[in-house]
């Protein structure tokens, strides 16, 4: 019953912005760790960002000082938000939501961020 819907990918410049947005619906019973993850093309998927139930952030050095994660835990939300977007940074981004009772990870389908050379 659990839904976890990512919006916000599009086509950017270099040097653009963009901010992912991550909304959980459902019977969710606790919610741990929220985070993004993404996969270029080509390769496997990685981890961006990560935000735990107590705010605590950590982010892959290839995005650290250009992305911040953030999240909003009377809406079950989370959000990525992209600066200074580069053409590495063309991936499909995923967002994943722990439950942190279950320790069961729920998964968004994807949104798509292309930055342009």
């Known amino acids: 019953q659990v839904r976890v819907v990512e919006s916000g990918g599009d086509l950017v410049q270099i040097g653009g912005s963009l901010r992912l947005s991550c909304a959980a619906s459902g019977s969710l019973f606790s919610i741990g760790d929220m985070g993004w993850h993404r996969q270029p093309p080509g390769k496997q998927r990685e981890s961006v960002a990560n935000?735990?139930?107590?705010?605590?952030?950590t982010y892959a050095d290839s995005v650290k000082g250009r992305f911040t994660i953030s999240r909003d835990n009377a809406k079950n939300m989370v959000y990525l938000q992209m600066n200074s977007l580069k053409p590495e940074d063309t991936a499909v981004y995923y967002c994943?939501?722990?439950?942190?009772?279950?320790?069961?990870?729920?998964w968004g389908q994807g949104t798509q961020v292309t930055v342009s050379a």
């Open positions: 994943v939501i722990e439950d942190g009772l279950l320790l069961y990870d729920y």
């Open positions: 935000i735990t139930a107590t705010g605590i952030t």
